[in-house]
């Protein structure tokens, strides 16, 4: 397991605040992960991660605001499954272009 802000192993990520988290390991014959991806946008951003990243804490590591319009409290998310280690698979590239994707205009 692996975080955003460096931190590598179990221990070292568990509770601690992160934009993102990988998780990757043995597969088979080879090594996949999956990244879990935090929005800036989502309230209490950087989320605060359990133990191990998962899917199932991604709606638990966010509050809502003190303010809800419509009642609603959307989160943003994205989870990426990759080959290969954190660093094989550039996880902190993947999620610097989930929160800053590229705006194309096209001209005629």
């Known amino acids: 397991v692996e975080n955003s802000e460096g931190d590598v192993g179990r221990k070292e990520v568990q509770n601690k605040r992160a934009k993102w988290c990988d998780i990757s390991g043995k597969v088979g014959d080879g090594i996949n992960g999956i990244g ?3 929005h800036p946008q989502n309230s209490e951003h ?3 991660w359990g133990r191990i990243a998962v ?7 966010h509050h809502p605001p003190d303010e809800i319009d ?3 409290f959307r989160l943003n998310y994205r989870i990426y499954i990759h ?4 660093s094989d698979a550039d996880v902190k590239s993947r999620y610097q272009s989930y929160v800053s994707p590229v705006n194309v205009e096209l001209l005629s």
């Open 36 to 38: 879990l991806f935090d």
């Open 83 to 86: 080959n290969g280690t954190t």
């Open 70 to 72: 419509d009642d609603r």
């Open 46 to 48: 950087p989320g605060l």
């Open 55 to 61: 899917a199932s804490q991604m709606t638990l590591v």
